[in-house]
């Protein structure tokens, strides 16, 4: 991994009406992301942005409207990560909730139907339904809606991703990200788009008096799944995400979570009532990705929408081990792809592009993401599409800030017309599919394109802190304070603080971790440590400057504060 350059992020203004109740770190930390008053950290659902904002909403729920009044069968075309999982989840249950009787889902199977709403997966739906509605998926489904359209069925698509040059000729579009949109935030998960959707269908209904004889559906009921798909899907969490966010959080602690989401965090060992956006994205949605990139996807949507509790944990057990399955894979894929860098001794590409014939097509993905964060560069890891597919090669990419890695596709696409067949993607992800035989000319390109938008400036990994921790600060009241302030994630990164240390002991935890106390040399206060993953068979340095997160160590019932290492140099 390269060397950080480490860099204190500065105040965005000056705070105010804080009051003596926050400590003046977390007032530091909230200035520095651009939170200044104790009203910026307020996350109360009634001040979600409203669904009336949201563009394509006025044409998607008359059809709606129409559609449970007139009894259509509804399928929901959802997608085989996290988001899409949930999403799909969110609207059937939603569209239950609201009166349609005849809901059903299906999500693509990557190696079968490729991505999103593809004409495969629209001629596989029996019975024929009247309306299909996408969820994180449909904006770049031009085909696939087109064959549902060829069927006589209706189609509305709900999208987050950035559209190409042609939009699908759906009945109804709503996605924050389309030219000309003005909802003011752009960052809702695809879930995000689907539980608006389901707000405006509500009011509407409501408007028709659909609810004049009887309570009105909760939709916050749905918000921990909400909360899932958006952590997992690593879109920014600007303040209307963290409302969110924060809303299915608190519903998760209070013991009211759905039975999937609930058993699969009894599944990764995390504790519900301390539960924090950090344990749904590195436990909770790990696991339901891993069906879509193993397995089926359907194990982890039914997961979702059960009720039974205990058929929630059967299948949080079996979406344990297809997720236990996909990290031994992965580390193997990951050991190939080092000793493919090693061999050319140090990468002479900007744009690192890897191809092994025996890879997982699922699970490149991951592969490009450990290589990005080791390498500082955008990668693009590649498998065959399928076994019986080897003459096509499906890629996926990550990239590193200054080069969006969706427009640099489409820059190569229009330079060279043909190479790649389909692409979509993010700034920072993206996926694509070429012909094996071109793949060599593809790696070319994208290094090239690489070279001319990034200069050396960008190569360098650069890690922002929030400064040094005063003497004394780091007691169990701040941590406290720390954890309760999120939801912290995506573009609202965690508090990340960078001290110089003494090492005045350490020693090794099973095979490769660290356990030491570090000696603050201003005032002689020792502190608990941990470091993850670092042991590689030498000691730490005798002074250290370390990042770390100021975290609660609940062992046995006793909490003590502790320094969770995230980096470590000598001085």
């Given at each position: 991994?390269?060397p950080?350059?480490?860099?204190?992020?500065?105040?965005?203004?000056?705070?105010?009406g804080?009051g003596?109740?926050?400590?003046?770190?977390?007032q530091?930390?909230?200035?520095?992301?651009?939170?200044?008053?104790?009203?910026?950290?307020?996350?109360?659902?009634?001040r979600?942005?409203?669904?009336?904002q949201?563009?394509?909403?006025?044409?998607?729920?008359?059809?709606?409207v129409?559609a449970?009044?007139d009894d259509w069968?509804?399928?929901?075309?959802?997608?085989?990560?996290?988001?899409?999982?949930?999403g799909?989840?969110?609207?059937?249950?939603?569209l239950?909730?609201?009166?349609?009787?005849?809901?059903?889902?299906?999500?693509?199977?990557?190696?079968?139907?490729g991505?999103?709403?593809?004409?495969?997966?629209?001629d596989?739906?029996?019975?024929?339904?009247?309306?299909?509605?996408?969820?994180?998926n449909?904006?770049?489904?031009v085909?696939?809606?087109?064959?549902?359209?060829?069927?006589?069925?209706?189609?509305?698509?709900?999208?987050?991703?950035?559209?190409?040059?042609?939009?699908?000729a759906?009945?109804?579009?709503?996605?924050?990200?389309?030219?000309g949109?003005d909802?003011?935030?752009k960052?809702?998960?695809?879930?995000?788009?689907?539980?608006?959707?389901?707000?405006?269908l509500?009011?509407?209904?409501r408007?028709?008096?659909?609810f004049?004889?009887?309570?009105?559906p909760?939709?916050?009921?749905?918000?921990?799944?909400?909360a899932?798909?958006?952590?997992?899907?690593?879109?920014?969490?600007?303040?209307?995400?963290?409302?969110l966010?924060e809303?299915?959080l608190?519903?998760?602690?209070?013991g009211?979570?759905?039975?999937?989401?609930?058993?699969?965090?009894?599944?990764?060992?995390?504790?519900?009532?301390t539960?924090?956006?950090?344990?749904?994205?590195?436990?909770?949605?790990p696991?339901l990705?891993?069906?879509?990139?193993?397995?089926?996807?359907?194990?982890g949507?039914e997961?979702l929408?059960?009720?039974?509790?205990?058929?929630?944990?059967?299948?949080?057990?079996?979406?344990?081990?297809?997720n236990q399955?996909r990290?031994?894979l992965q580390?193997?894929?990951?050991?190939e792809?080092?000793?493919?860098?090693?061999?050319?001794?140090?990468?002479?590409?900007i744009?690192?592009?890897?191809?092994?014939p025996?890879?997982?097509?699922?699970?490149?993905?991951?592969v490009a993401?450990?290589l990005k964060?080791?390498?500082?560069?955008?990668?693009?890891?590649?498998?065959?599409?399928?076994?019986?597919?080897?003459?096509?090669?499906?890629?996926?990419a990550?990239?590193?800030a200054?080069?969006?890695?969706?427009?640099?596709l489409?820059?190569?696409?229009?330079?060279?017309?043909?190479l790649?067949a389909?692409f979509g993607?993010?700034a920072?992800?993206?996926?694509?599919s070429?012909?094996?035989?071109?793949?060599?000319r593809?790696?070319?390109?994208?290094?090239a394109?690489?070279?001319?938008w990034?200069?050396?400036?960008?190569?360098?990994?650069?890690?922002?802190?929030?400064?040094?921790?005063?003497?004394?600060?780091?007691?169990?009241?701040?941590?406290?304070q720390?954890?309760?302030?999120?939801?912290?994630g995506q573009?609202?990164?965690?508090p990340l603080?960078?001290?110089l240390?003494?090492?005045?002991s350490?020693?090794?935890?099973?095979?490769?971790?660290?356990?030491l106390?570090?000696?603050?040399?201003?005032?002689?206060?020792?502190h608990?440590?941990?470091?993850?993953?670092?042991?590689?068979?030498?000691?730490?340095?005798?002074?250290?400057?370390?990042?770390?997160?100021?975290?609660?160590n609940?062992?046995?019932?006793?909490?003590?504060?502790?320094l969770?290492?995230?980096?470590i140099?000598p001085?």
């Open positions: 991994m390269k950080l350059h480490l860099r204190r992020r500065a105040p965005q203004g000056t705070p105010d804080w003596d109740a926050v400590h003046p770190v977390l530091r930390v909230y200035a520095a992301r651009g939170v200044l008053s104790p009203g910026q950290a307020e996350y109360r659902l009634a979600l942005l409203s669904p009336q949201l563009g394509g909403m006025g044409d998607a729920v008359e059809l709606l129409e449970i009044r069968r509804i399928v929901i075309a959802g997608d085989y990560d996290c988001d899409g999982a949930t799909t989840a969110v609207a059937v249950r939603g239950r909730m609201l009166g349609a009787r005849h809901v059903d889902y299906a999500v693509p199977n990557r190696f079968v139907h991505y999103g709403l593809s004409p495969a997966l629209v596989s739906l029996e019975p024929r339904p009247q309306l299909i509605v996408t969820v994180d449909g904006v770049a489904s085909a696939g809606v087109a064959t549902a359209k060829a069927q006589g069925i209706r189609v509305i698509v709900t999208d987050h991703h950035l559209p190409g040059e042609q939009l699908p759906a009945d109804a579009m709503v996605n924050p990200n389309l030219a949109d909802f003011p935030s960052a809702l998960a695809g879930v995000g788009v689907m539980f608006y959707l389901l707000m405006a509500r009011g509407a209904l408007e028709r008096g659909a004049a004889q009887g309570r009105e909760d939709l916050s009921t749905l918000l921990d799944l909400v899932v798909g958006t952590v997992a899907d690593l879109v920014p969490l600007d303040f209307n995400n963290r409302v966010v809303a299915g608190r519903r998760l602690r209070s009211h979570g759905c039975a999937g989401v609930t058993a699969l965090v009894e599944a990764s060992s995390r504790s519900l009532a539960l924090c956006a950090s344990d749904l994205g590195y436990a909770v949605g696991r990705n891993a069906a879509g990139r193993l397995e089926d996807m359907r194990i949507v997961c929408l059960t009720d039974d509790i205990a058929q929630a944990r059967r299948y949080a057990e079996l979406l344990s081990s297809i399955e990290r031994e580390a193997a894929m990951v050991a792809a080092e000793v493919m860098l090693a061999q050319t001794i140090e990468t002479d590409a744009g690192v592009a890897l191809y092994e025996t890879w997982h097509a699922g699970v490149v993905g991951l993401s450990k964060e080791r390498l500082h560069r955008p990668v693009i890891a590649f498998a065959p599409a399928s076994e019986d597919m080897t003459e096509e090669l499906r890629g996926s990550r990239s590193i200054g080069f969006h890695i969706r427009d640099a489409a820059m190569i696409d229009a330079r060279h017309p043909g790649i389909r993607g993010h920072m992800a993206a996926g694509l070429l012909k094996t035989e071109d793949y060599a593809f790696a070319e390109a994208f290094d394109i690489a070279r001319e990034l200069d050396e400036d960008h190569l360098q990994a650069v890690q922002l802190t929030d400064g040094e921790l005063p003497p004394g600060a780091a007691t169990l009241e701040l941590a406290r720390l954890r309760a302030a999120g939801p912290w573009a609202f990164p965690e603080f960078d001290n240390f003494e090492c005045a350490w020693r090794v935890m099973g095979e490769k971790h660290l356990r106390n570090l000696r603050d040399p201003r005032d002689g206060s020792v608990d440590a941990v470091m993850f993953n670092a042991y590689e068979g030498t000691p730490p340095p005798s002074v250290l400057r370390a990042v770390y997160e100021l975290v609660i609940d062992w046995q019932g006793r909490e003590s504060a502790r969770l290492l995230r980096y140099e001085v």
